[in-house]
Antibody
Framework: EVHLLESGGGLVQPGGSLRLSCAASGFTFSYYAMSWVRQAPGRGLDWVSI????????YYGDSVKGRFIISRDNSWNTLYLQMNNLRAEDTALYYC???????????????WGQGVQVTVSS | EIVLTQSPVTLSLSPGERATLFCRTSQSASSPVAWYQHKPGQAPRLLIYGASTRAPGIPARFSGSGSGTDFTLTISSLEPEDFAVYYCQQRTDWPLWTFGQGTKVEIK
């Protein structure tokens, strides 16, 4: 059974940093792209970042580009999101998500973690 | 930038009724849409991918259709556990993975 367990969230002041982790189990982690998707209070789902199966490529949404860094450790089946220069608008529930490849491209996501809360406030 | 627009924003129906949800993309993209169900306090759940393929374990009352820029999620007969928010999603040229704003299916 696939499990994705996020950790590392919390309350941080504007301009601060946090590092989220996602421990994956139940599948061959190194075979799949992994992503972060967030949901701000009262808002819909918002794609944040994705990393290729071998870590060789990364992509970011415009709102986090230059501030967030996605990485993974395939030896430890763990996904990370380093969040720097945090802003109030980054306040959200952050989900760790497993990508599904179709014809070599990740087109959608089949498993989601329960999410970890990040609150940016002074 | 491709935008996914879902309609209606809210759908008020009774158990047993048919629900039809729409997702329109601002441009025709190479990838068909996926649909997710999201309940408060739970992780989103993949329902449909490739516009019309049910994910493993998803009941047959959920079906998807459409192509090009117009996609539909249909719930043939609403069960009490189906009241939730539904999102469409598509891989696009940019911003790469885009979600619609969601349709809330609520009990009438």
């Amino acid at each position: 059974e696939v499990h994705l367990l996020e950790s590392g969230g919390g309350l941080v002041q504007p301009g601060g940093s946090l590092r989220l982790s996602c421990a994956a189990s139940g599948f061959t982690f190194s075979y799949y792209a992994m992503s972060w998707v967030r949901q701000a209070p009262g808002r819909g789902l918002d794609w944040v970042s994705i990393i290729c199966d071998n870590g060789g490529c990364t992509y970011y949404g415009d709102s986090v580009k230059g501030r967030f860094i996605i990485s993974r450790d395939n030896s430890w089946n763990t996904l990370y999101l380093q969040m720097n220069n945090l802003r109030a608008e980054d306040t959200a529930l952050y989900y760790c998500v497993k990508g599904v490849p179709v014809a070599g491209k990740t087109t959608h996501f089949d498993y989601w973690g329960q999410g970890v809360q990040v609150t940016v406030s002074s | 930038e491709i935008v996914l627009t879902q309609s209606p924003v809210t759908l008020s129906l009774s158990p047993g009724e048919r629900a039809t949800l729409f997702c329109r993309t601002s441009q025709s993209a190479s990838s068909p849409v996926a649909w997710y169900q999201h309940k408060p306090g739970q992780a989103p759940r993949l329902l449909i991918y490739g516009a019309s393929t049910r994910a493993p374990g998803i009941p047959a009352r959920f079906s998807g259709s459409g192509s090009g820029t117009d996609f539909t999620l249909t719930i043939s007969s609403l069960e009490p556990e189906d009241f939730a928010v539904y999102y469409c999603q598509q891989r696009t040229d940019w911003p790469l993975w885009t979600f619609g704003q969601g349709t809330k299916v609520e009990i009438k």
